[in-house]
């Protein structure tokens, strides 16, 4: 059975762990430029609120 990345628990671990920290930066990478083309505005505090890290730590990201 897959679990659904669409769950905040899956997705914390997925996005949330620092061994994957190159899969965090690329799927931010791809939120920048989905919110660039639709103009819609996710603020850093949401990201890290989903991700469990630090604003610092998600600009280091970019």
Do not use: C, H
């Amino acid at each position: 059975m897959l679990l659904s990345p669409k769950s905040d628990i899956v997705f914390k671990l997925i996005f949330g762990d620092q061994r994957n920290a190159d899969v965090l930066a690329a799927f931010l990478q791809a939120v920048e430029i989905a919110r660039y083309l639709l103009g819609i505005k996710i603020p850093i505090s949401e990201i890290a609120a989903a991700t469990n890290l630090s604003r610092e730590e998600i600009e280091k990201l970019r």
